[in-house]
């Protein structure tokens, strides 16, 4: 899987599932906690990512280095990708 | 209790006794006893009754001896007997035994501050004809509504915003800035409502209208001003005081000439209330509770201990996921104001329990959160203060897991996520509404959901800026607990808890709610308290539970507080739920209402669909659109069609299914 397909996949996620499909409101300058991902969501996004890329999230990463925008969220998708295969 | 409504005509034209026959119609609920209508010239006065005190000479609107004074009335005056002893050795005559006629006497007595002397629960409008002036009042907490609405012919109020719908010149539309604020606080700020153009007369304020002048005027609120006196009493005095007035409080709103229930939750509060009516009356006390067929709400066990201990023949009704979902309709009918949660709706089947148990009138423990310190809101602006003093704290923030242990999606979340989600920046350290950001927050992201054109016409409001300029002058020398208090007992309390879960849900079924914690000297009494007695340390109504020795079961006093929590939006997605569901939120229906866009309605509709939806903020989402779409197909002019429907579906239910 490409990288651009990751965060094709990452966007639609959270467009979809916090932004209630308003993709405009999606913004790459944006921190992504608390202005997209609320207190509640943030395990929905990691359940999706596991689910759908077949990674394995530690509790230890689920932190603003890997979560706060979406460049961010793709670089360590596609890290742990890189390290679990 | 009873609804009341009434027409001043500012035309030259004379109020209408058929239109008034028709507001009060639609509050019949209210008060299904009697009617009554005076009507002359340009007033007109007109009142539904529950018979409560008095039950043989109370009829309304009632008037002085000498037709000066006319009244319309809905509420309770506790202290009548001792006013009424007053205005008796001032002279004054009484032809009944009620507390309506003491109002009027007192009105003449003491005018317009007349409302300084009550301690109750009320809003009434009396009507001086000599001076040709109307004067409206509503009690200090906020218990009973009133409502009102100004047009070019003329100025009309009632108990529910139904009542003013009846008027044709009454436009019947979604107010965008009401909605704006719904969306964010939960509520909308009084004096506005759901609806453009209905105003609600705000909690302990009045109104006066004379020369065609309408004028509002605050009489009361809370104030948090240290008191040296009591400050010097110790704990074991003031808990002695603090039962003492309690215990008046209860007496006094025992006074009926019908028989009083207890509503028993499980918890502190209402096993307190009680054990305090317990205390007073000696006969067999009937108590009533809900129970959940979902465990994770369930807490029968408690509310069983509860009547054990304190002997009371109980009663309960069961709520499942599709008795919520029967009733929503109706709940929304009786709120006129759209919810984010569905706890309203197992308070509308208790009402109808303590109805159909023969019960007009319930005590409850509602307002010890508020007054006392007890909500968890409290306790987390508490700990993300101590937190955001040393930021780098390894263990503080774990304290917010502790706080919210049924949060699954906390547990896991690191420290540095958590200062994201839990605002403790600098910014948000100086907001005036510091303890009540993160639940504001969580719940203004709902407005990602209103439609394009829906969002033009809300265009650059801020409701935090409005909030901010209504806060008293001494708001920022309070402490910060104080300052959370304020803002949850002035606005969500009346706004949703004493309303939408409260006085229209006990009044769908003609019960009327009395409050022993929100009588006016135990809220001053607590307002005046050192903090650190509400909340020692992380101990939620510390004060409190000091009073509670020997009244409530020790299981209960030690048990986790556990929030009033229904079941949510998962509910109305069940195999089997009713047609309105799916009709109210389909492309078509959402369109033409207009408030929500039907893309991202049709997202979330998804997501429950799949079982995929679960957080707080999915439940939300679904039951703000679907009660916004209830909202707007029964009362405003728009989704005529679907109006029909959903009135079918609704009488449908009362025909039988619950029987």
Known sequence: MQTTDIEREIRSFL????LFGRDEQLRDSDSLLGNVIDSTGALELVAFLQERFGINVDDEDVIPDNFDSVKSVVSYVVKKRGSES | MCGIAGLLKFDGSEADPNLLGKMIARLSHRGPDA?????AGSIGLAHSRLSIIDLQCGAQPMSTGDGRLWITFNGEIFNYLELKEELLNKGHHFATHSD????????????????????????????????????????RAGVRPLFYTET??????ASEIKALLACPEVPREVDPYGMDQIFTFWVPLPPRTAFKNIRQLPPGHSLTIQNNCVRVKQYWSMSFEPDECLQRRGEHELADNLLDLLHDATRIRLRSDVPVGAYLSGGIDSTLT????RRIVHDRLRSFSITFDDREFDESRYQQEASSFLGTQHSNISCSHDDIVQVFPEVIRHAEQPVLRTAPAPMFLLSRLVRDSGFKVVLTGEGADEVL?????FKEAKIRRFWASNLDSKWRPLLLKRLYPYLRELQRQSAANLKHFFRVSEEDLASPFFSHLPRWELAARLKLLFSPDFRREVGEYDALAELEQTLPPDFGVWTYFNQAEYLEAKYFLPGYLLSSQGDRMAMAHSVEGRYPFLDYRVIEFASKLPVNLKMKVLNEKYLLKRCCGGLVPASILRRRKQPYRAPDGRCFFDAGAPAYVQDLLSPRSVEETGIFDSKAVGAIVNKFTAGKAGSVRDDMALVGVLSTQLLATQFTTQNREQAELCKQQTSSVKSGVFS
């Open chain 1, 15 to 18: 467009i979809t599932t916090f």
């Open chain 2, 35 to 39: 009617h009554g209508i005076h009507a």
């Open chain 2, 100 to 139: 309506t006629e003491v109002i009027l006497h007192a009105y003449r007595e003491y005018g317009e501050d007349c409302v300084n002397q009550f301690n109750g629960q009320w809003a009434f409008g009396i009507w001086d004809t000599a001076a040709r002036k109307l004067f409206l009042s509503r009690d």
């Open chain 2, 152 to 157: 070019a012919r003329g100025f009309a109020f």
């Open chain 2, 274 to 277: 009680t054990a305090l009516v």
């Open chain 2, 373 to 377: 310190g007890g909500y968890d809101i």
